[in-house]
Nanobody, 124 residues
Framework: QVQLVESGGGLVQAGGSPRLSCAAPGRTFSNYGIGWFRQAPGKEREFVAR????????YFADAVKGRFTISGDNAKNTVYLQMNSLKPEDTAVYYC?????????????????WGQGTQVTVSS
């Protein structure tokens, strides 16, 4: 079992640049592909970004491409989602998830381990 803990959410003004963290205490992130997903009220969970286990390949949803970046720090067992130029439509609960197979998938079904989520609310 892999425990993931997200942090860094909160209330942010439009245009803000918060950074979310996904920590895995006692685990090595280099064994997993890590994805970020988000879920807004009444909507399905959707893919946001992903980084492969070696930290060399990243993917982004079209809705966040050019505004969000994803990076990892294996020494701290932490993956970051830097969000820039936030919009009200970015409001959601953000989840990080681990894919032991590192398939590059954008489907939530591919990810075996999930954090509890952190709320990001963007005010206009």
């Amino acid at each position: 079992q892999v425990q993931l803990v997200e942090s860094g959410g909160g209330l942010v003004q439009a245009g803000g640049s918060p950074r979310l963290s996904c920590a895995a205490p006692g685990r090595t992130f280099s064994n997993y592909g890590i994805g970020w997903f988000r879920q807004a009220p009444g909507k399905e969970r959707e893919f946001v970004a992903r980084i492969n286990r070696s930290g060399t390949i990243t993917y982004f949803a079209d809705a966040v491409k050019g505004r969000f970046t994803i990076s990892g720090d294996n020494a701290k067992n932490t993956v970051y989602l830097q969000m820039n130029s936030l919009k009200p439509e970015d409001t959601a609960v953000y989840y990080c998830a681990a894919d032991p197979s590192d398939t590059g998938s954008r489907s939530p079904r591919q990810y075996d381990y999930w954090g509890q989520g952190t709320q990001v609310t963007v005010s206009s």
